[in-house]
């Protein structure tokens, strides 16, 4: 398999000093136990698949296009198969039978027949079984070789234009709504300096079970996640790349009820990197715990395979909850999304693990404390590539208190080796932002890094000072939320799923078997077959 | 009776403002020049340019102070001036107990795919705003919030099975008025549901509402930017205990 990773993130990384002293013996429990919830979690995954795996292969395989309503070739396609045979037994058997039955020359013909309901699917079983799966496995092998020619490509373009100068790499979001608009946005932004661009996705997004087709100028609060977009985008950049002798990163969402196809598409177009976190779509957008943990745990493995970086989503749970209180709770998340992550076959450097500077700048003290913080998650994950998100819960419309509360957070992403900076706007909250604000805001990161990026080198907190301190209590009590986890009664579920339940996390209570996206769940057949699970199993 | 205004710089009557903008064409003295005009249309004379930036090669950044000479009647104003009394929860409660003789039924979300949580929240978590508790720390009301991007048959549905006093939807982030889109299409809905007698008090609020268009948007109540729990409970229990 492909390995090379990023030179940048490892290079930085064999810098990282410790500095908080943390005893080694309470991290290396708090890795055991974020295994131990982790653990039963990953089996369940295993266990079952769901209809957005099942077109996330189908899209593998080279199936795209849709339908004159815009109802996706894969969704018709699964949604006659499943009508057939069930879900149980994944999509590629009775598909690929019904090629080998020439029923139809190729999977588009297959889907519209499907759709026009003048095919039956059946699972096919002995020689048929095999030769259906065989034929299924090189189709999708063969998607599968052009996501690793994507990760050839990015790492080729990286050695001939050069990589970003330095880290924090700074990411910036563009999110008109139409593409053809984020497009010079986008290549803008790269000139001003930015060196991910994350095109926004359209809200609504997330919850609609089939990714959209085509170009599209039409979003709410963001840019639907096209393939066709995608390639555009990547396109835009690479041009800008050129240009600007840096290769740009494109950042999306591999998030929603179609996490698992994003990822796919993702990785067949070359971003650069994905949000995607393990439990982001349960808490803050109420899909199916069980539904998100197998479309995570399979959209983890395209990533790995692609060798794109992951973002997790732990900034999200303090917009909800304090930032002081639930301190651990952001801790606790981490720990456990590079368990799943590891456990997909991620690399440490393409873990994003995402924290923010969100305390109440009311609290005394309180930049102490996001240092404590921030330094906390550097010394947990010395190799893992930090996603520093600005403050926005307690940005107010005073655009002049906002602009210093950005300077302090760029001040500790300097202080504390921060790996991707998602650069603050002073008019968070206010307007969606300004060609004048993201000047703006790019003037106070360079005037910060400028001024002060080296300052980590000389930066030690007193061993029993307020920082060290701070951080030690956090992590204890990581390990507390961990052991009562561990701890919760051994019942029909997972004891992650009861925390989740409790709103441990965000405050969100959100039960096992609640939440959008479960009947599109089911539990794998003895006769479950799936190439791209296999392949990318495999890999991990 | 009360007097005419002026902006303040640093002297009474002075008339100073500030004032920021970009104008699309390249930094020269054309650029500043026009910045200078516009502030000179915008009423501002005279006008300083102090200073000008360069955003890439199409676009210049500019900072204006100067003054302008126009008046402010505040006795002109029109506000929605609460019409209700501000009590404490304690207040709350008694007055719930001993009006309703049950716990008051308060559902809470936010509409159409708006996923910014951090209004609704700020009004029903017992963290609360502003120093004040959240309604979920009020021992008369029962809460249910239903989070983000709930759809409007939904919270109809949810008001219903949970027999709601009140309904409080938030939006935070909104584009081409949609928030105003949502809360008409929410307010049908509960209009079409319930008889007029039995229908919930509605409640919405956000930093882009404007509280005088209540009406307009057939809610009971809009509440803008910076509103506390304490101000919604108070509201909710005048309007609710008094009918």
Not at chain 1, 180 to 205: F, N
Not at chain 1, 356 to 375: K, T, W, Y
Request: with cysteine.
């Amino acid at each position: 398999m492909v390995s090379t990773g990023s030179t940048t993130a490892r290079t930085r990384a064999t810098k990282v000093v410790k500095k908080l002293d943390l005893d080694p013996a309470t991290v290396r429990k708090a890795r055991t136990l974020a295994r131990r919830v982790g653990k039963p979690i990953v089996d369940l995954a295993r266990q079952h698949t769901t209809v957005s795996v099942e077109r996330a292969t189908l899209r593998l395989a080279g199936l795209s296009g849709a339908d004159a309503e815009g109802t996706p070739w894969v969704n018709r396609l699964l949604d006659a198969t499943r009508g057939d045979v069930g879900l149980e037994h994944g999509v590629s058997l009775p598909v690929w039978d019904a090629l080998l039955r020439g029923e139809a020359e190729d999977l588009t013909t297959l889907a519209q027949k499907a759709a026009a309901g003048s095919v039956r699917f059946r699972l096919p079983e002995g020689r048929d079984a095999n030769r259906a799966a065989a034929a299924a496995r090189k189709q999708v092998g063969a998607g599968l070789r052009q996501v690793d020619r994507g990760r050839k490509e990015r790492e080729r373009l990286i050695t001939r234009i050069g990589d970003a100068p330095r880290q924090p790499w700074i990411y910036l979001i563009v999110a008109t709504g139409d593409i053809h608009e984020d497009i010079p946005q986008a290549q803008q932004a790269a000139r001003e300096g930015a060196d991910v661009i994350a095109v926004i996705r359209s809200t609504g997004q997330s919850l609609l079970d089939y990714v959209p087709e085509g170009a599209t100028r039409e979003g709410y609060a963001g840019t639907y996640a096209t393939q066709e977009n995608f390639r555009l985008m990547r396109a835009a950049l690479d041009e800008s790349s050129k240009e600007l002798g840096r290769y740009v990163r494109l950042t999306n969402y591999a998030s929603g009820l179609c996490m698992p196809e994003i990822a796919a598409l993702a990785g067949l177009e070359r971003l650069d990197m994905m949000l995607n976190d393990s439990m982001y779509g349960i808490l803050f957008r109420d899909i199916n715990p069980i539904r998100t943990f197998v479309d995570q745990r399979f959209s983890r493995q395209v990533h790995a395979r692609a060798g794109i970086i992951i973002n997790t989503g732990e900034d999200n749970y303090l917009t909800t909850a304090d930032a002081v209180e639930a301190a651990h709770t952001v801790t606790v998340s981490q720990l456990l999304n590079e368990y799943f992550a590891k456990e997909a076959g991620l690399e440490d450097w393409q873990l994003g693990l995402g924290h923010a500077f969100e305390i109440d700048p009311a609290v005394p003290e309180s930049f102490r404390l996001e240092l404590a913080h921030a330094m906390l998650a550097r010394e947990l994950f010395p190799k893992a590539p930090l996603k520093w998100m600005p403050p926005t819960r307690h940005m107010t419309g005073d655009v002049f208190r906002g602009y210093l509360l950005d300077g302090f957070f760029n001040l500790a992403g300097a202080l504390t080796g921060q790996g991707i900076l998602l650069v603050g706007m002073m008019t968070e909250a206010v307007v969606t932002p300004w060609l004048s604000d993201r000047d703006l805001a790019l003037q106070n990161v360079r005037y910060v890094m400028d001024a002060a990026g080296g300052l980590a080198e000389d930066f030690r907190p007193a061993p029993d000072g307020l920082i060290a301190e701070r951080a030690r209590v956090v992590l204890g009590e990581a390990i507390d939320l961990l052991e009562r986890i561990t701890a919760e009664p051994k019942g029909q579920w997972p004891p992650l799923f009861s925390a989740i339940a409790d709103g441990t996390f965000g405050l969100m209570k959100r039960p096992p078997e609640g939440g959008r996206g479960l009947d599109g769940v089911a539990r794998k057949a003895g006769t479950y077959l799936n190439p791209a699970t296999e392949a990318l199993d495999g890999v991990s | 009776m009360t007097k005419l205004l002026r902006p303040y710089g640093d002297t009474t009557g002075d008339g100073m403002v500030q004032l920021s903008f970009t104008l699309p064409m390249p930094h020269d003295k054309t650029a500043e020049g026009a910045a200078q005009q516009l502030a000179n249309k915008m009423g501002m004379d005279p006008a300083l340019v102090v200073h000008a930036k360069p955003m890439g090669p199409d676009f210049t950044f500019f900072v204006v102070y100067g003054r302008v000479n126009h008046l402010v009647d505040p006795s002109q104003v029109v506000v929605v001036e609460r019409d209700y009394p501000l009590l404490t929860p304690k207040e709350v409660n008694a007055t719930v107990k001993r009006a309703l003789r049950r716990r008051m039924v308060v559902v809470g979300g936010c509409i159409g795919t708006d996923a910014h949580t951090v209004g609704i929240d700020a009004i029903l978590n017992i963290k609360g705003f502003a120093g004040e508790k959240g309604l979920e720390y009020y021992r008369e009301l029962k809460v249910v919030n239903l989070g983000a991007q709930v759809a409007v048959p939904q919270l109809v549905e949810r008001a219903i099975e949970e027999k709601a006093d009140a309904v409080l939807v938030s939006q935070v982030v909104t584009q081409r008025d949609a928030h105003l889109l949502n809360t008409r299409e929410m307010s049908a809905a509960f209009r079409e549901a319930f008889p007029a007698e039995r229908r919930p008090l509605l409640v919405v609020g956000g930093p882009r509402f404007d509280e005088a268009m209540a009406d307009d948007l057939g809610v009971d109540r809009v509440f803008g930017r910076g509103t506390t729990p304490g101000e919604v409970a108070s509201f909710m229990v005048h309007r609710i205990t008094a009918s």
